[in-house]
């Protein structure tokens, strides 16, 4: 083959090339062969070339291949470019030269909810749903895809954007306009660094970014330091990826790595597959890191073969990689930051929870942590339930509540001791049963991260055989689900038969999404709702994926526990949380014989017995084959045509963004932020899932006043996701999540103190007054303010509430970021100082100065906060624009305002 390449053996006379990291060396190319001496310029090479492992505060730009989108995120970032593009023709512009710069891959996956389970017909009537739910948004995506070059959609039901990702899109080395160069990429989900496991640097970011880069924008972050993480071992027998990344997650999260990258080496790389390490790089975000970096290797090429890649594909990421230093050997000498390591024989059975990715239990140890939890958390005294007395009945039929309740207690639902464990009797369709704190309601296998490997899935698929064959069955309280993340793993798992077990347990596929990882869990059962609900239960769910934030897999389930697939079959046929699997029996045959874990927990040999025999390279080409082309209900769905979107009024799904119309030409001076009061005081580890509007939401809460205002029914409301075309809708849900807590106010929830009045309402309410009067807000946070997925409409959200700057103790990265591509301004105490050391509750008066006189990079700005009493705390805040681009973008209202107006100077 015949190509152009930035060479890094070019820059390598001293041999510094060869000490730095390989996730440094891609950076590096980037910068060589996109420099321009603009926008990239001597000194950004220099500061890859000369990387300083200690840190800098040097910015470094990059400029991606390509970008990946899924819809919750995609639609909003189409309607933005949408809107762009309508802004520019009514100014009189040719609207059709606003188009991706790059190539764009949409993929549908996070809208299916699991409004059916447990039958085969359960995933044609959620794709049903699916479709009359969301109509308007899937219009929006077809006309995006005719009408936008470099923009192609991979319709619902095709499977989770990563694991696409992985298995399809990421080639290693891309061939384009005469130059091999590393594949790259940025994507608006937290989860794209899975794509690492692949060899290929990607991140994620928030939607406004990744708009920015859609339009030929470079991305600017401080150069990062790289943590090596080092493997040594193998894992013992057992023991799953899943495991092991959920103790990586806990070990990393504990380190440190905010903002970092993360690079893998070791001898313990020769042996972990591709899928293995995808499922490590998936969790950066649990971790904190940018990248979880796994370099190209006999692995890498491996895969890429089993996947059905072609062989010039294969032979070009071979010879490109070693040409230019991109080839692992394991004999490498790499300078790090620092060096993490880990023993991967040491690796036991691990779950996460109940409502953080980085609270790693053994499950030995799972049974005694839920007393802990129950009591610590919710006040409730643990009883073993072989001792506990049952609380209440719950029987079925008639008018009115569903409880009869016994008369030994005085108040409904409630035992008359309400610090001690409940649980509640159901009888429906002649089944008995009780339904206790700790009882399993949800178990779910979804999630790309763990549904892209064969070794769980198939392991999950030999644990239901096994179980079957011993005559168990899932517990009838438990809602169970198979979210697979591409049509590859029916595939196998329907030629090992094993698909056929896992629907004997009622594990039938739901759809080929997201699901229960990002709140599409979908409702409860009547009567299981009802129980939890009257019965005040802290119930538990088991799933596969990789987030368990409060209130996020579903807002009734208090307690979330991440497993491995194969534990998850094992959860769901215990049926509960409190229990120690390694002693107690999951069940009982016909005959009342005990049968553990262990009777039912497959070998190694097993499974790669299996997979061996049952996955083949074809499975990938014909999946991937009709990936554009969506089932039949895509193909009959009638789409807008024409250069310009046609926005209707009536919607309730797509409006057009209100951020661009009108834009002046000229960028306003900065200005001191004056007399703001503070909309929300929160503490510590406050998630994107916190601050934006995510899952479902009530007919009495801003947003479904707003829908029902609007004619919109209850049961047609969606989710927050599903509207993320509406800004009515999402600045009505931000900050109005069930289990925030503003310390403003005496609730959880989405509730503030309007403080003219000293009048308690809605956080949305609070902020429309505010902006009525012209009063600018701002927000109080602690630590890791902004943790979680990337979300735009937390940064959004945040924008159209009138906030106009946040004070944290520190960020997230993505957040962080967001924050400023919306114009607003972070700003971080110094070390040591907090709201609590410096005596502030909230109540204040505040003014930010320094703006108007000019920003710079880690200035400090002075704030003084007057109480009604007339104290004054005076103090001094970091202002957080980390680059000089980034205090041009606050300067103009934000990223997407910057593009558009440079669009409007130059054409």
Known sequence: MNYKIASLNDHNDQGQIDRLPFSIRILLENVLRNHDGFAITDEHIATLKDWDAKGTTKEIPNKPSRVLMQDFT?????????????????KGKDGSKINPAIPVDLVVDHSVQVDFYGTSYAYEKNVAYEYNRNKERYQLLKWGQKAFDNFSVVPPGMGICHQVNLEYLAKGVVLRDGWAFPDTLVGTDSHTPMVNGIGVIGWGVGGIEAEAAILGQPIYFTCPQVIGLKLMGELPEGTTATDMVLTITELLRSYGVVGKFVEVF????????????ATISNMSPEFGCTVTYFPIDDQTTDYMKRTNRTDDEIQLVKEYCKANKLWRTGKENITYTDVVELDLSSIQPTVSGPKRPQDKILVKDLKSKFGHLLENEFNRKYIDRYERKESAWLSEGGSGSAFTWSEAHHEEGVVVESNVLKSVKIKKDNQEFTLSDGSIVIAAITSCTNTSNPTVMIGAGLVARKAIEKGLDVKPWVKTSLAPGSKVVTEYLDRAGLLQDLEALKFHVVGYGCTSCIGNSGPLPPHIDEAVTKGKLVVSSVLSGNRNFEARVHPKVKMNFLASPMLVVVYALAGRSDINLFEEAVGYDPNGEPVYMKDIWPSQKEINDIMNTCLKPQDFADAYGVIYDGEEQWQNLQAPLGTNYEWSPESTYIKEAPFFQNISKEVALGQDIVDARVLLKLGDSVTTDHISPAGSFASDSPAGKYLIENGVERPMFNSYGSRRGNHEVMMRGTFANVRIKNQLVN???????????????????????????HTPLIVLAGKEYGSGSSRDWAAKGTTLLGIKAVIAESYERIH????????????????????????????????????????????????TARKSNGDVISFEVQCRLDSNIEIEYYLNGGILHYVLRQFLKNN
């Open 816 to 863: 962080r970021s967001n924050l400023v591509g919306m114009g607003v301004l972070p700003l971080e105490y110094q070390v040591g100082q907090s709201a609590a050391s410096l005596g502030l509750d909230g109540s204040e008066h505040f003014t930010i100065k320094g703006i108007s006189q000019g920003l710079e990079l880690g200035k400090l700005l002075p704030v």
């Open 747 to 773: 609730r959880e929830g989405g509730f503030t103190n309007y403080l003219p009045d000293n009048t308690e309402m809605t956080v949305f309410d609070a902020a429309m007054k505010y902006i009525e009067n």
């Open 74 to 90: 995609g639609v909003p970032a189409v309607v933005d470019v949408a809107s762009i593009r309508a802004e520019v023709i009514r």
């Open 266 to 277: 070791g001898d313990g790389l020769d042996h972990l597959t591709v899928t293995d390490r």
